[in-house]
């Protein structure tokens, strides 16, 4: 090789090397960008924040709770007709229905499981009629709110199972809202690890459930905080969790070692006028879209 051709072969060596070396930096930003995108802020309340808040509430939240029956403890449910609205204001979804506490499932019959499952099949109905009357899209993942924590009871499994099987049977997900704490009470059992164990010995033929744990004690959760690097489900304590609610209102008494709650034990949604005082939960999930209800 003469002169110029190693001159230019010397040339071409540190050109490429260069073309690699911008290359790995682009790459090592874009995975950096998709690391940090890798968790969504969310929010939900049992009332309808209002048509005029969505725009300040959407520049923190990426998507919001949406009730299809009434939530816990309300006559009504405010959210009903408001898909739209939320919807333009460029928000995802945690679609939720609101299950029956055990109270309700316990029976003085000789068959209470059938009583259970009925139920099950019932609020399954009642659930997918719903999601199509607000607007919904076949396979938009439902939430099972089941408020109570601890080792599921038979009539509970039995009741939450029928749920399930109803909801894919009309053409949608299911997911469950439930515990992701050790129940002091009860062998420090977790809700959610004790469902999703229970689904996989006895369901072979793979009734997939999407899980939303709820865990705001301090830590893992941040408390009353709208990180903009979110943390991933997966820090909730339950690993296959795809949404956790980290932070509730009022506060818990899970949540007695967090110090950034409202003085009344509220978390107060931002850049809201103060004197609305709107209280909310908070959530972090995998999606911008949990329920891909858009």
Excluded at 162 to 188: E, K, L, M, Q
Excluded at 214 to 232: L, Q, R
Aim: some cysteine; aromatic content about 10%; hydrophobic content about 40%.
């Amino acid at each position: 090789m003469d002169g110029a051709a190693s001159a230019a072969a010397v040339r071409s060596f540190k050109m490429n090397s260069m073309s690699v070396s911008r290359l790995a930096t682009t790459l090592i930003f874009f995975c950096a960008t998709l690391t940090a995108q890798s968790a969504y802020l969310g929010f939900d309340r049992n009332a309808y924040p209002g048509d005029a808040n969505l725009k300040a509430l959407h520049e923190t939240f990426s998507y919001t709770g949406y009730w299809l029956n009434h939530p816990p403890g309300e006559k009504t449910n405010s959210w009903t007709g408001h898909r739209a609205a939320v919807a333009s204001a460029g928000f995802g979804f945690l679609v939720l229905f609101n299950g029956r506490l055990y109270a309700e499932l316990k029976s003085a019959e000789l068959k209470p499981i059938a009583k259970a499952t009925r139920l099950g099949q019932s609020d399954a109905q009642a659930a997918a009629a719903a999601a199509r009357r607000e607007g919904f899209p076949a396979q938009t993942i439902i939430f099972l709110d089941q408020e109570q924590g601890g080792r599921m009871l038979p009539e509970q499994k039995a009741y939450i199972h029928a749920w399930v099987d109803g909801v894919i049977a009309a053409g949608f997900r299911a997911g469950i809202y439930c515990s992701g704490v050790p129940a002091a009470d009860d062998d420090n059992v977790v809700t959610a690890e004790d469902l999703h164990q229970e689904d996989i010995r006895t369901n072979a033929a793979g009734r997939h459930i999407v899980y939303w744990a709820i865990n705001d004690a301090c830590p893992p959760a941040p408390g009353c905080a709208f990180p903009k690097n979110p943390p991933s489900p997966a820090e909730s304590g339950v690993p296959f969790a795809e949404v956790w609610q980290y932070a509730q209102s009022p506060r818990t008494a899970t949540a007695a070692h967090c110090t950034n709650y409202n003085p009344d034990g509220d978390c107060i949604a931002p850049k809201i006028p103060a004197a609305e005082r709107l209280h909310i939960d908070v959530n972090t999930a995998t999606s911008a879209d949990p329920s891909q209800g858009r």
